[in-house]
């Protein structure tokens, strides 16, 4: 069974027009980039412990993607809407982990990281589902798209309902890999972007209020960290 990619991406264009407003571009935020590896090949990481670490901040009554209770999250109340949040970084090549838990809301909802995000139109994007669904992709231009795949594919892998799942992404040269739980899930290639911001992101489709929450956000490099 595979859940069809239509919808999905006529909601993240959806998201792309609202976030434009509320979120700052990477150029806004850093000027270089920041690639300093420390112990272990971390370049980046956050525990969400502090609410003055860097990730965007934003509430309305459709939306929260704001600190809470040593985690990360993002609340969206509306149906069919992405929405995600950056840290103000700037990498090349990386390899992101984070653990990723439903915290209430439909089990049909999309959550994951995001890498080389320049705009809110220019960015690869790694999904998964708490019903069970995958897929990488891209914006080009505010035009989205999946890599490598026509649909969302379903995985008995991934865990289903409110079971965290660990989520990892690596972003290295044009090869992109999406891996949850220790399992490589997909790998694709391509090559529109070399280096950007990385985040979180999760939404709905046509059951309002996901609620999800991210905690344990690692940044490495690659080279580094097998």
């Not at 270089?32 to 502090?50: A, I, K, M, P, R």
């Not at 040593?70 to 109340?77: E, F, H, L």
């Not at 289903?160 to 992404?169: E, F, K, P, W």
Request: with cysteine; charged share 20%.
């Amino acid at each position: 069974m595979k859940k069809h990619s239509g919808i999905f991406l006529t909601i993240i264009l959806l998201a792309l027009a609202a976030l434009a407003c509320t979120l700052p571009s990477i150029s806004n935020i850093v000027g270089s980039t920041d690639q300093t590896e420390t112990d272990g090949g971390v370049l980046f990481s956050d525990d969400f412990s502090n609410k003055d670490s860097g990730w965007d901040r934003y509430t309305d009554t459709d939306v929260i993607t704001d600190y809470g209770n040593g985690i990360y999250r993002i609340y969206i109340s509306v149906t069919n809407w992405d929405y995600w949040a950056n840290p103000g970084k700037n990498f090349t090549d990386v390899r992101v982990e984070v653990d990723a838990t439903k915290a209430g809301g439909p089990d049909d909802n999309d959550i994951g990281v995001i890498c080389r995000y320049k705009s809110t139109n220019d960015f690869y994007f790694f999904l998964i589902s708490s019903d069970g669904y995958y897929g990488i992709g891209k914006t080009v231009g505010g035009e989205m798209q999946l890599i490598g795949q026509d649909e969302l594919y379903s995985s008995d892998d991934i865990n289903l309902g409110s079971d965290t799942n660990h989520i990892r992404a690596d972003c290295v040269g044009p090869r992109l890999s999406l891996y949850v739980n220790g399992i490589l899930l997909s790998s694709v290639t391509d090559s529109d972007f070399s280096n950007g911001d990385v985040g979180l992101m999760a939404g709905t489709y046509d059951t309002p209020g996901a609620d999800i929450h991210f905690d344990d956000f690692v940044v490495y490099d690659p080279a580094v960290k097998k």
